[in-house]
């Protein structure tokens, strides 16, 4: 299913993205175009972050993480593959 109309980006492209290590809305917004154009996929591509079990807010962290481990800072996707 389409998700983001303007760039033509996919539910399936979204969830590969975040497989290959994508884990926060602006990584996705800036390899993918999602929401940069009249941005009213944002909500979707959320949702879509949700399902997959990413973060869909900017902070990168997974939520699943139990509250009482110590929160690590998270590196971004760029990090990662510099690494
Ligand atoms: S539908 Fe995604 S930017 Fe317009």
Redesign the pocket.
Known sequence: MIV????SVSDRTIRASIAEGMDSFDELQFELG????????EESVREVMAQSGACATHCGVSHARPAAMPQAVPLTFYERKAA
């Open positions: 983001c109309v303007c760039k999602v929401a940069t154009c009249c941005g009213k996929c």
